[in-house]
T-cell receptor, first 115, second 113 residues
Framework: AQSVTQLGSHVSVSEGALVLLRCNYSSSVPPYLFWYVQYPNQGLQLLLKYTTGATLVKGINGFEAEFKKSETSFHLTKPSAHMSDAAEYFCAVRISTGGGNKLTFGTGTQLKVEL | DTEVTQTPKHLVMGMTNKKSLKCEQH?????MYWYKQKAKKPPELMFV???????INESVPSRFSPECPNSSLLNLHLHALQPEDSALYLC????????????FGPGTRLTVL
């Protein structure tokens, strides 16, 4: 079965520091991977996705992620954190079932940005 | 229009009430989804509609009844809910291809008294 694991339920960084949020996947077939962000009391917004092709994926708000097949990882990074980046981040994998395509989420990482 | 809208934003209901949540999109997406999200948890898939037909039901209790009247609208009818059903209910839509992302609405915050 395909799944994702997010290491670290809480990550705290200083403003201006590197952001690194970890996601590892488990899949017997090439995965379709996504990172979503959720601000308090809001829906989820897509940051970026990996389907095929280039393994370094650039997203919105300065975020990027690199698909590493050898490490089964899809970690999210941002060179310089901003206060507005404080939110919940979810890694997800899209899987195909007999009934349709499903999105399975990791448990989430709460990012805190401190002055 | 790249937006998924949901109404109402907040809903408080008693355990004997009947209410409905509404979701709308005008992006031409043919797949629509209902998720339930408890605090500090990831969204849990409830239902998937594909071309207006229910294609996935994740063993959701019958007190939740989905409906897809047309390709732009998705409803979730609620009846005889329990306090543990209090949560944020998210609607999403997407194209049918597996590589396509889902677009999420802002959610309805439901409280069952």
């Amino acid at each position: 079965a395909q799944s994702v694991t997010q290491l670290g339920s809480h990550v705290s960084v200083s403003e201006g520091a590197l952001v690194l949020l970890r996601c590892n996947y488990s899949s017997s077939v090439p995965p379709y991977l996504f990172w979503y962000v959720q601000y308090p009391n809001q829906g989820l917004q897509l940051l970026l996705k990996y389907t095929t092709g280039a393994t370094l994926v650039k997203g919105i708000n300065g975020f990027e992620a690199e698909f590493k097949k050898s490490e089964t990882s899809f970690h999210l990074t941002k060179p310089s954190a901003h206060m507005s980046d404080a939110a919940e981040y979810f890694c997800a994998v899209r899987i195909s079932t007999g009934g349709g395509n499903k999105l399975t989420f990791g448990t989430g990482t709460q990012l805190k940005v401190e002055l | 229009d790249t937006e998924v809208t949901q109404t109402p934003k907040h809903l408080v209901m008693g355990m004997t009430n009947k209410k409905s949540l509404k979701c709308e999109q005008h992006m031409g997406h043919r797949a629509m989804y209902w998720y339930k999200q408890k605090a500090k948890k990831p969204p849990e898939l409830m239902f998937v509609y594909s071309y207006e037909k229910l294609s996935i039901n994740e063993s959701v209790p019958s007190r939740f009844s989905p409906e897809c009247p047309n390709s732009s609208l998705l409803n979730l009818h609620l009846h005889a809910l329990q306090p543990e059903d209090s949560a944020l209910y998210l609607c999403a839509s997407s194209q049918e291809r597996i590589a396509d992302e889902q677009f999420f609405g802002p959610g309805t915050r439901l409280t069952v008294l």
